[in-house]
């Protein structure tokens, strides 16, 4: 009797490549890419990615699950614009306790780099909306490529923010995705806003990391502080004023 356990993933492709082309919903007021835009492509990435290696949105759901984005940090090295193509190269990296580790790169027609990041994905239980791993033939996928790096290291941990600048949001309809919670794109949104057009004018993000700390429903309201670590990076905090919960922390370098 042969004894060897059979890897379903052996031979399969693991990297997957998702092609894009930036819109002029994608772009800000300059045609410029937004950052939420770029975040979008990573996560289109991850979910074409998820559907063809058989652990799905719909795969989770019938397992009682659904994906959460944890952990997510990117580093920008120069903009797209409008009208520019390129592929999303993304691939499951690692399995870090209960966190899916997920790295992506992104280039332009031309092959030039774009972006590199690194993400931590939750899979959540739905009734209880605690953490769980996801049982059966997917573990093995989570060591096959835990040393092909984007960036050669984990998404950041990020602190909280003691004071700065105060702002507030409350959630709209199209802020809420399938989930029935915020999606993960209006948080940025939300931070980038806080900048006036004057400077998005003069600058574009170098740098972004996020940490979601607990979901956001509809018509609650969120408390944004900003504080500012010098002219070029900034540290956020949202707290949920409606669950009395923290909801996120981020931090943008320009």
Not at 62 to 71: E, G, I, M, T
Not at 107 to 133: F, H, Y
Request: with cysteine.
């Amino acid at each position: 009797m042969d004894a060897t356990i059979s890897n379903p993933f052996e031979g399969k492709e693991l990297t997957f490549f998702l092609p894009y082309k930036v819109t002029s919903a994608d772009t800000d007021m300059q045609a410029r890419l937004r950052l939420g835009s770029l975040i979008n492509f990573l996560i289109q990435g991850a979910i074409n990615s998820a559907d063809s290696l058989g652990f799905s949105f719909e795969e989770l759901r019938n397992r009682k699950l659904f994906w959460v984005l944890s952990r997510l940090t990117v580093e920008i090295y120069k903009p797209l614009n409008w009208y520019q193509t390129g592929e999303v190269e993304t691939w499951p990296k690692d399995l870090d306790k209960i966190l899916y580790l997920r790295d992506y790169v992104v280039r332009d027609q031309e092959n030039q780099l774009i972006a590199k990041a690194t993400s931590g994905w939750l899979a959540i239980d739905v009734e209880t909306k605690r953490p769980k791993t996801i049982e059966g033939i997917h573990a093995a996928l989570f060591n096959q490529l835990r040393e092909k790096h984007a960036l050669n290291h984990s998404p950041e941990k990020l602190l909280p923010v003691k004071e700065g600048e105060i702002f507030e949001v409350k959630t709209g309809f199209f802020d809420i995705d399938l989930n029935k919670h915020v999606t993960s794109t209006r948080y940025i949104d939300w931070m980038m806003d806080t900048f006036s057009i004057e400077f998005h004018k003069k600058n574009y993000p170098k740098k972004m990391s996020i940490n979601f700390l607990k979901e956001t429903m509809p018509s609650e309201t969120i408390q944004i502080t900003r504080n500012t670590l010098d002219e070029k990076t900034y540290n956020f905090e949202g707290f949920n004023k409606t669950s009395n919960t923290f909801a996120f922390r981020g931090c943008i370098e320009f």
